[in-house]
């Protein structure tokens, strides 16, 4: 594969928007519109992995506010999750530990032990990790960390601290946040997380993000300069 790139993100993450807007501008409903979304992903998580060797792959799949979309919508989304994460992930994805990102007590019970039982299976897993965002929120991921810091009776934090009370604890932070449709805001994604992140917004919708889109991407990646915060030594 494109293995001439040679500085790529060791975590990578995507904001995957749009899936509404293809769908309607080919008459189809919101939800045909997931079922081409997840299509696509299931596409690009693996080129990630496989193709690119990329070890950290985030994925913003339902937000806490998405519970407000149309009835139907939510349920078709609930029950793409229940079919992915089952037995058949441990095949699918071979070498990728599975990790859910978000609250677990606002999802329907079946599929909170699903995700769990899926980090369970997956937990010795160490060369791919792919964390899924459903029922997430960065805020409340906080709001979460800093309560379990409490609960623990640890009196000071510092970064170290709320970083190892987030969900990607253990995880570097991500490199490269990829939002499609053209939408430039992160809409309360993995908020700590992208700190230092180089951002990237194609204009197609999530759909048509292919793999021509994702070279594209880690392309641009080759050529940002990150500096941190610091500046470059002159030579
Ligand atoms: C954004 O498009 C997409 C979502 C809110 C949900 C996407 C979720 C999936 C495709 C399912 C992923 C499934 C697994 C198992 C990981 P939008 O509906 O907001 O698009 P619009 O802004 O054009 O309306």
Not at 53 to 62: L, T
Not at 154 to 179: E, S, Y
């Amino acid at each position: 594969m494109q293995k001439e790139l040679k500085k790529l993100p060791k975590h990578i993450a995507f904001i995957i928007d749009g899936n509404g807007r293809w769908a309607k501008s080919r008459g189809l409903t919101r939800s045909l519109g997931h079922k081409a979304g997840f299509s696509r992903l299931e596409k690009i998580i693996k080129e990630c992995f496989y193709g690119y060797g990329i070890p950290i792959v985030s994925i913003y799949a339902f937000s806490t506010e998405n519970w407000n979309r149309p009835e139907a919508e939510v349920n078709y989304l609930m029950d793409l999750f229940r079919k992915y994460l089952n037995k058949s992930f441990l095949k699918k994805y071979p070498e990728v530990r599975f990790n859910h990102m978000g609250d677990p007590n606002g999802l329907p019970d079946d599929i909170a032990k699903k995700a769990k039982n899926l980090m369970d299976a997956t937990a010795d897993r160490d060369k791919f990790t792919l964390n899924i965002g459903i029922n997430y929120s960065g805020q409340d991921e906080l709001v979460i960390a800093v309560n379990n810091i409490l609960e623990e009776g640890i009196t000071h934090v510092d970064r170290q601290v709320i970083a190892d009370h987030l969900f990607t604890h253990g995880q570097p932070p991500v490199d490269l946040m990829i939002r499609t449709s053209g939408e430039q805001r992160l809409s309360n994604f993995m908020l700590w997380q992208v700190a230092y992140a180089e951002f990237y917004f194609p204009k197609c919708h999530w759909p048509a993000f292919n793999s021509r889109q994702l070279f594209k991407a880690l392309e641009e990646y080759q050529n940002r300069d990150r500096r941190f915060g610091a500046i470059k030594e002159e030579k």
